[in-house]
């Protein structure tokens, strides 16, 4: 079962990142229909390419990514590079003004 979840993992990742390239490159003119093509063209690799699953997990494996943290990391979505920045300046003020 854990298998079977790390592959679910790996396939939603990778269609992930293959959503936010095609969002990307189309920017304001992104619409369901490229959502729905992205998913059928990549959803008929999978099923069509046997041995794809297995090569998946063994990079999963290969590169110690097929435990809690490295599944977790590829399920997570972070967050843009300016609320960071944004958020870090917050906290660096926060303390001084309540020290004042």
Do not use: W
Request: aromatic share 4%; net charge neutral; glycine share 4%.
């Amino acid at each position: 079962m854990a298998r079977e979840y790390a592959l679910l993992t790996a396939q939603f990742a990778l269609m992930k990142g293959l959503l936010i390239g095609v969002a990307g490159c189309h920017r304001e003119a992104f619409s369901a229909d490229h959502v729905v093509h992205t998913v059928q063209s990549a959803s008929r690799h999978f099923e069509h390419h046997p041995d794809f699953l297995n090569q998946a997990h063994a990079l999963l494996v290969e590169s110690q990514m097929d435990g809690a943290r490295g599944l977790a990391i590829l399920l997570r979505n972070k967050e843009a590079t300016t609320s960071r920045a944004a958020s870090a300046d917050m906290r660096a003020v926060l303390p001084q003004a309540q020290a004042s």
